[in-house]
């Protein structure tokens, strides 16, 4: 029986190398080569019409219907998920609402050419601001897509430090940190996944070993990595033609994050009722997300405890709470940065 147990134990851990290692090739391929591929194949679907301002605005109509089904789908993937205490459609969602950013590999002159289409699912935003034509709503839109542009203040100080201290050429440094970054993201991702296949294959129930034992939510922060490298794509590496300026997206960033961050929160309230105590001591000494020193993480909770009187967020309206006022915080910075 001993036997049989280490070989099965073999297996699981052979099988979780294999899965983990086909989903990272995927994200890393997904992130840096499909793009370009997908953005060659969609041109000739979806034209650059450029300074035909008639032919953009007929596609625009044509479209326009679709874009608000999509749009539609997307915050109701997130909000029933939310209701219904779905957090797959949560995710689903959040990630359908994150899929634009992939349209900056598109360099042209019209927002939907090419790889641009997956804007669709921001239109009704962009549509919400002020001006006559689209080219003039895509540059109004900037006033509330970068309304989360405080989220660029850790790398606005590294770059700083790099460039101007240390002489680094600003466009090299923003390309070296994007591939750092998708890499370490990718590299996150590859050991949390094979951990947690591992630990399914064998009915652990409670993961609290590997890179589980430093953080309890792995998989979410190369996620939150992951997509903050190709915000950082969208600010400093995509180079439009002229005319062809489309905002970053910081807000939308923002909110996907957050989204994912609430997602994580009552999935640690969910398991707190399923296990109890012995997930609750693995909660107590265990950093949510990221690594931060006790102090500091019980810090960023006392608003909540002063309003709840207790340790740790469980329902969906104090999970709001906590979040809210920090997103808030983040969008006034915003304003003022």
């Given at each position: 029986m001993w036997v049989v147990g280490k070989v099965r134990d073999k297996q699981s851990a052979i099988t979780a190398l294999a899965l983990s290692t086909t989903f990272t090739i995927a994200l890393l391929y997904s992130t840096l080569e499909l793009p370009n591929v997908l953005n060659k194949l969609l041109v000739g679907v979806f034209p650059d019409y450029g300074l035909k301002l008639e032919e953009a605005e007929q596609f625009l109509s044509q479209i326009r219907p679709i874009s608000y089904i999509c749009f539609i789908t997307t915050i109701a993937l997130i909000l029933f998920g939310i209701i219904l205490k779905r957090r797959r459609l949560v995710k689903l969602g959040s990630l359908a609402l994150y899929l634009p950013t992939f349209s900056y590999f598109a360099s042209t002159m019209f927002f939907l050419t090419g790889i641009g289409i997956l804007r669709i699912v921001w239109l009704p935003m962009i549509e919400l601001a002020p001006g006559d034509t689209w080219s003039q709503k895509v540059y109004a839109a900037a006033t509330f897509l970068e309304l989360g542009d405080s989220v660029y203040m850790p790398y606005?100080?590294?770059?700083?430090?790099?460039?101007?201290?240390?002489?680094?050429?600003?466009?090299?440094?923003?390309?070296?940190?994007?591939?750092?970054?998708?890499?370490?993201?990718?590299?996150?991702?590859?050991?949390?996944?094979?951990?947690?296949?591992?630990?399914?294959?064998?009915?652990?129930?409670?993961?609290?070993?590997?890179?589980?034992r430093y953080i309890r939510h792995?998989?979410?922060?190369?996620?939150?990595?992951?997509?903050?490298?190709?915000?950082?794509?969208?600010?400093?590496?995509?180079?439009?033609?002229?005319?062809?300026?489309?905002?970053?997206?910081?807000?939308?960033?923002?909110?996907?994050?957050?989204?994912?961050?609430?997602?994580?929160?009552?999935?640690?309230?969910?398991?707190?009722?399923?296990?109890?105590?012995?997930?609750?001591?693995?909660?107590?000494?265990?950093?949510?997300?990221?690594?931060?020193?006790?102090?500091?993480?019980?810090?960023?909770?006392?608003?909540?405890?002063?309003?709840?009187?207790?340790?740790?967020?469980?329902?969906?309206f104090e999970i709001a709470f906590i979040l809210g006022i920090y997103g808030l915080a983040l969008i006034i910075t915003s304003i003022l940065y």
């Open positions: 606005d100080f590294l770059r700083f430090s790099f460039t101007n201290l240390i002489g680094l050429v600003p466009d090299l440094f923003d390309s070296l940190f994007f591939n750092f970054i998708v890499y370490l993201s990718a590299l996150i991702f590859f050991v949390s996944c094979t951990t947690w296949f591992y630990a399914k294959f064998n009915g652990i129930k409670i993961i609290d070993f590997s890179i589980y792995p998989q979410y922060l190369s996620f939150i990595l992951w997509s903050y490298g190709l915000l950082i794509f969208d600010k400093y590496l995509f180079r439009p033609p002229k005319g062809g300026y489309f905002a970053p997206p910081p807000l939308v960033w923002l909110i996907v994050v957050f989204t994912i961050l609430a997602v994580a929160l009552y999935e640690d309230s969910a398991m707190f009722r399923t296990f109890g105590q012995k997930y609750g001591e693995y909660r107590r000494k265990t950093p949510f997300i990221t690594p931060l020193p006790k102090v500091i993480s019980r810090g960023i909770l006392f608003p909540f405890r002063k309003a709840f009187k207790k340790e740790y967020p469980e329902r969906w």
